[in-house]
């Protein structure tokens, strides 16, 4: 019986972060017809937003937890912040980049000229150190 409350104990302390990717591809002037978020049992979140259709690509808020036990929220503010650093820096030729958010938070997005899409990951800086990213 201890052994099985040991090992709970230790299972209910580990906090859970979330790796968030949103990708939009071939929206319309209004938005997209196809918005769809899945998330993972791990935390982790997917949302697709595809076709030209009358509905916005927005992320149902998600919580981050951080390796300090603090937590940012993924809402549709911060996605919105999120998306007016990534147009800025989305040119002619530069099509990809990373910035680190706030101390907290490591972004990388993606653009694909010929196919209008965009891909972003959000995650805590620890992941994205051990997935190798530099910065």
């Given at each position: 019986?201890?052994?099985?409350?040991?090992?709970?104990?230790?299972?209910?302390?580990?906090?859970?972060?979330?790796?968030?990717?949103?990708?939009?591809?071939?929206?319309?002037l209004f938005g997209y017809?196809?918005?769809?978020?899945?998330?993972?049992?791990?935390?982790?979140?997917?949302?697709?937003?595809?076709?030209?259709?009358?509905?916005?690509?927005?992320?149902?808020?998600?919580?981050?937890?951080?390796?300090d036990g603090g937590t940012?929220?993924?809402?549709?503010?911060?996605?919105?912040?999120?998306?007016?650093?990534?147009?800025?820096?989305?040119?002619?030729?530069?099509?990809?980049?990373?910035?680190?958010?706030?101390?907290?938070?490591?972004?990388?997005?993606?653009?694909?000229?010929?196919?209008?899409?965009?891909?972003?990951?959000i995650m805590t800086l620890?992941?994205?150190?051990?997935?190798?990213?530099?910065?």
């Amino acid at each position: 019986m201890k052994k099985v409350l040991f090992i709970f104990c230790l299972i209910g302390t580990i906090s859970m972060s979330a790796k968030v990717t949103y990708v939009r591809t071939r929206g319309g002037l209004f938005g997209y017809k196809y918005v769809n978020q899945t998330t993972f049992n791990n935390g982790d979140s997917n949302v697709n937003c595809s076709n030209p259709g009358w509905t916005w690509c927005r992320i149902t808020p998600v919580n981050i937890t951080l390796p300090d036990g603090g937590t940012v929220v993924l809402n549709e503010n911060l996605q919105s912040v999120f998306d007016e650093i990534i147009t800025k820096n989305i040119t002619e030729t530069t099509h990809s980049g990373k910035f680190i958010y706030d101390n907290k938070l490591f972004v990388r997005y993606s653009y694909n000229v010929n196919e209008d899409s965009l891909v972003v990951n959000i995650m805590t800086l620890e992941e994205a150190k051990a997935e190798g990213n530099n910065f």
